[in-house]
């Protein structure tokens, strides 16, 4: 199948090598020049701009930072949606508001084109093996169309619900719950440091204890402790501070829309703000751990 790429960063770019590997013909774009010569150079064609990664492309998947670019690239005067027609589907795999995708969908279908939201998790480790959890809102043929695609590039294609945006709420869930599972769990294994256990020790206890979780599991905050892990390469991302703090506040308004008390994810909202305004935004979210250890 011709897919259109758009968005070759962290995530993106695995999910695009995985998508060439599975046989696909790639038209890729991204604004940055490294992003896209390592795409060319794993079979990808290179587009001189995201419309022309549109045009002959049956599915086109976006992959970008946040809200504004995703709105901004669709629905500007001459955005994505203005090159696709009625075979084309628009993926969206950035997290973004449920509330823009759903702009982009009433658009994309006034256009006479459409468009569905397939956010992810599984970070940048489950976007190389190709074992991300996709979660998929919107009619159930445009999902029966997508699944098998999403499933060169995941392990899990979730159909989270009817409505464009379904995917976007249970990504909103999902990272609220990653972040208090984070900062939880670095200010348990600080908390023994600073009191004389030893840290791969306290690990498999908790790992085989009820405080077991993915952080302790597959993204372990502690440098040296996990090997691929961002803490044992300087925190470089990974999922960086100021996407997880992105993720936050759309956890935020989501609860606020449907008045639902969120005491942990505001508090973790708040710790990730600070946390990239004291110079960390760029760094992978694991580093919340440095906020309370004497290593900064
Ligand atoms: P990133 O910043 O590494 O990549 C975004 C890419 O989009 C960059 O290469 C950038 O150049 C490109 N881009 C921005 N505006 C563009 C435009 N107008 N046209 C073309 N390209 C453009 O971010 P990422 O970590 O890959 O995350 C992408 C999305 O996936 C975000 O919404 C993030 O919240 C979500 N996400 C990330 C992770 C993770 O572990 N990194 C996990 C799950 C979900």
Redesign the pocket.
Known sequence: MTIGF???????LPMAQNLLRSGHTLKV????SS?VSTAEQDGAIVMSS?AEAVEGSAIVIT????DQ?VL??YLAKHGLLSHGNGSTLFVD????AATTSQTIAVQADAMGTSMIDA??????VGAAAATLTFMVGGPDAAFQRVQPVLKNMGANVFHAGAKVGDGQLAKACNNMLLAALMIGTSEALQLGADNGLDIAKLTEIMRQSSGDNWVLNKYHPWPGEMPAAPASHDYE????VK?MT??LGLAMQTALASGTPTPLGAMARSIYAQHGRDGWDEKDFSSVLTRFSDNK
Do not use: E, R, Y
């Open positions: 758009i968005g070759l960063g962290n995530m993106g774009f991204d604004l940055s992003a995201a992959m970008l930072p946040g670019q901004d690239l795999c950035s997290t973004v956010p992810v998790s599984g970070g940048t991302p990974g999922f960086m996407l992105k993720d």
